[in-house]
């Protein structure tokens, strides 16, 4: 089995572009696949911050399926049984939040790989398999797995670069909201000593031979990013944008000096 996110980051450069991804939180089927067709390479399922359950997770990615954007299912934690639902619930990619050392990475590999590489429990009729059509599928998986691991505090980016040369992980993800809090800067996610701190980690990521990626809440934050070398890039969520877009739309309207002509009674 092959990874398309993986092959999407290693045919990446700067000539055509990097991959721009965004955030599904609405756990709604129907949003999912209207951003799948809206343009992204990639979006976050998002497990931790929204109500989906399996299920829900499995409609999403059926809605997905049929758009041309990769889907990145994020677990709730760093959990093996969770993370084995959604790999049996056909997630390729996967990302785990909050990893902290090189130790948490090894786990969150092992989670993700059968055995002798791992510890992944077994089913031969799952999503996963295709519903036990994948020839030879317990031996062929691994390879289809794609692991991003969550670095969100400052104790954990002291740590990257020995996480970023754990085997089995394919990319880091910044997360910059849980970051600058940590950092005692809580809601200001651009500011300069989380962005420096960011950056920095970059370059210990391309040291390990290993893209990083992160998200951007606007289209500016995302240029910031990108300048600071990061590989690929979400810009905001579903809700954001759908209610950024309304409530732009609203305060036109409100806004305008709108004069109704006489109606004649």
Avoid at 48 to 64: C, F, G, R, T, Y
Avoid at 65 to 74: H, Q
Avoid at 129 to 157: C, H, W
Avoid at 168 to 186: E, N
Wanted: with cysteine.
């Amino acid at each position: 089995m092959q990874n398309p996110f993986k092959a999407m980051l290693a045919r990446q450069n700067l000539a055509a572009g990097y991959p721009v991804g965004s955030w599904i939180m609405s756990a709604s089927p129907l949003a999912a696949e209207a951003i799948g067709w809206a343009g992204f390479d990639w979006a976050v399922v998002d497990m931790e911050h929204s109500p989906l359950d399996q299920m829900e997770v499995i409609h999403l990615l059926q809605a997905v399926a049929g758009t041309p954007m990769l889907p990145i299912t994020r677990v709730p934690w760093n959990d093996t049984v969770m993370i084995k639902r959604v790999l049996d619930a056909g997630a390729q990619t996967v990302m785990l939040p909050f990893v902290q050392n090189a130790d948490e990475a090894r786990r969150a590999v092992a989670a993700t790989r059968y055995p002798p590489h791992g510890v992944r429990g077994m089913a031969a009729m799952s999503r996963g398999s295709r519903f036990g059509t994948v020839k030879d599928y317990f031996k062929v998986a691994n390879e289809g797995v794609s692991v991003l691991l969550q670095i969100e505090t400052p104790e954990a980016m002291a740590q990257v670069g020995a996480i970023a040369h754990v085997p089995g992980v394919d990319a880091l993800f910044f997360g910059p909201g849980d970051l600058s809090g940590a950092m005692g800067h809580v809601g200001d996610l651009m500011h300069d000593e989380v962005v420096k701190l960011m950056a920095e980690g970059v370059q210990h990521c391309h040291a390990a031979g290993k893209p990083v990626g992160t998200v951007g809440g606007t289209p500016e934050a995302v240029a910031i990013y990108r300048a600071a070398g990061f590989d690929f890039i979400a810009c905001a969520s579903d809700l954001g944008l759908l209610m950024r877009a309304a409530t732009a739309a609203l305060s036109t309207i409100r806004a305008q000096d709108i004069v109704l002509p006489a109606q004649g009674y």
